[in-house]
Structure formats: structure tokens, C-alpha cells
């Protein structure tokens, strides 16, 4: 059954900072407009400033929709699921600011030693109304580990972006923001002012991190798991022949035997 908060109370907050990730869904104004719906997952980026204020780090990606969208109307929702122990869906309903990298603002959330690769916003949202709902249909999921391609990419990028240069790196981070953030799918302004900065990106990313080894996919390991059996099935067959042919052999010589005499 639904619940509604005025504001997050103390539990949902040590909730939340035990989930590995979260949804930010919004949407232009116009009915023709592309409603958006990202989900993200890097490990402490998303934090609880008070029970009405939270705010979570943008990091680069191809498209720029939610920084749109909130410049736009400010309207914004954050999902939280439960994919472990009892069930919950949690909904922040809230609006939306956008800190642009490089900005006063931005560094008083973000230092160099907390930002993370690509970072290009603080996204901070002042929620008017949380919602808790069962969750029941959600499947139970084992965590893993966070994924690190995103950061590996943007700090390759961000690489390129010396502090001798003063031009703009083409393969740098701010080249990239300016090709591919500028503008969401319907034409909003998105990017303002981070790919023009003058600061340049530092981060907190350990290159000599171990990369996280993936599993082979449920079909695979079926497939595997499938080929193992036949592979015993074979061997149990081939040592019951061996084993019963020299009988039955015997027995086939005893019967010609017989029937010749007869």
C-alpha cells in the first residue's frame, strides 16, 4: 500500500544509502516532447544533503535530457528499488537545479578529490513529496559490483584536457560536452557553460583499479550447464557398453551354439 511523506523520513534515508542504484525520470513541457528515464549507477553518487534536499552528481554521457528538462520546468522524479532483502519502491518528488561544472556552485558540492571522471553538473533537487509503494513485483537481484567502463572512457578523455593547453582539446572531455551535450533530443538548451570553462577537469579515479570481471550470461551458463550433462550422459553410456558388451557377446556365441546342435 502507498505511503505518503512530506518529507524523507530517517529510515528511508539510511535506505537509500544502501542501494546501489537509482532512476531520474523527466519531461519537457510540450505533449509532443520525449519523457526520459535514466538510470544510474556509480557507487556514491548520489547523496541526502536534509529530509527535503538531495543531490547527485550528472556524469557525461550522449544525451543531455534531464539538464533540459529541469532548465526548462524544473520537474523531476528519483526511484529508488529494492532488488534485495524486503521489497520497496521509493519515488522523490521534487524540482530541480542545475550546477554546472566549472561554477561556484558546483565546486561547493564537488571537490577535486570527490569528483568523479566526466562529471559535468551537480544535480540538486528540492523534494516536496516522497512516496512508498510494495515493490512486490520487482525480481530479487544479487549485486555485483559497479561497472567501471563510463569512467574509465571519460577519464581518458579528461586526460587530454592539459592545463598548458588553452585551447580545447579535440578528443578532451569539453570537446565532447560541446558535441554532444549542447542540445537534448527535442532542441533544449542543455550544457551552458561547463564546455567553455576554464577550469581544468581533476578526478578522483584510480587507473590501477581491477576492472570487474563479468559472468557469462544465463544462456551461456545454461548452454554450459547443458553440455556438461550430455558430456556425463555420453561417459556413463560409453562405460555401460564397455562394460555389458563382453556379456552379451558371450551370450550371442552360447545361443548359436545351441541352435547350431539343434
Avoid at 557507487?43 to 550528472?58: C, G, I, L, P
Avoid at 523531476?76 to 528499488?81: D, E
Avoid at 579535440?170 to 551535450?181: D, E, F, P
Wanted: glycine fraction near 6%; charge should be neutral.
Amino acid at each position: 500500500m502507498a505511503k505518503y511523506y512530506d518529507e524523507l523520513p530517517e529510515f528511508l534515508i539510511e535506505w537509500i544509502k544502501k542501494q546501489h542504484m537509482f532512476w531520474v525520470a523527466s519531461a519537457p513541457l510540450s505533449p509532443d516532447g520525449h519523457v526520459n528515464l535514466s538510470p544510474k549507477g556509480t557507487a556514491d553518487s548520489f547523496h541526502v544533503m536534509n529530509s527535503r534536499q538531495v543531490w547527485y552528481q550528472d556524469l557525461s554521457g550522449s544525451g543531455v535530457e534531464t539538464i533540459s528538462h529541469i532548465r526548462e520546468n524544473g520537474r523531476v522524479t528519483i526511484l529508488f528499488s529494492a532488488f534485495e532483502g524486503p521489497p520497496r519502491i521509493l519515488r522523490l518528488f521534487g524540482t530541480g537545479t542545475v550546477y554546472e561544472y566549472g561554477t561556484e556552485e558546483y565546486e561547493s558540492l564537488i571537490s577535486p578529490e570527490t569528483r568523479k571522471p566526466g562529471s559535468r553538473a551537480a544535480i540538486v533537487i528540492d523534494v516536496y513529496q516522497c512516496q512508498t509503494s510494495c515493490g512486490f513485483a520487482v525480481p530479487i537481484y544479487n549485486f555485483v559490483t559497479h561497472r567501471t567502463q563510463l569512467l574509465r572512457m571519460a577519464n581518458i578523455k579528461e586526460s587530454c584536457d592539459h592545463p598548458s593547453d588553452p585551447e580545447i582539446h579535440q578528443k578532451g572531455i569539453k570537446a565532447y560536452w560541446a558535441r554532444m551535450n549542447l542540445r537534448s533530443v527535442d532542441g533544449l538548451p542543455g550544457l551552458l557553460t561547463a564546455p567553455d570553462s576554464k577550469v581544468i577537469p581533476v578526478n578522483n579515479f584510480d587507473k590501477e583499479s581491477q576492472r570487474p570481471k563479468l559472468r557469462y550470461s544465463s544462456s551461456r551458463e545454461g548452454s554450459a550447464q547443458s553440455s556438461g550433462i550430455n558430456l556425463a550422459i555420453s561417459f556413463a553410456l560409453g562405460a555401460l557398453v564397455a562394460t555389458t558388451l563382453p556379456y552379451i557377446l558371450s551370450a550371442t556365441r552360447k545361443f548359436d551354439m545351441f541352435t547350431t546342435r539343434a
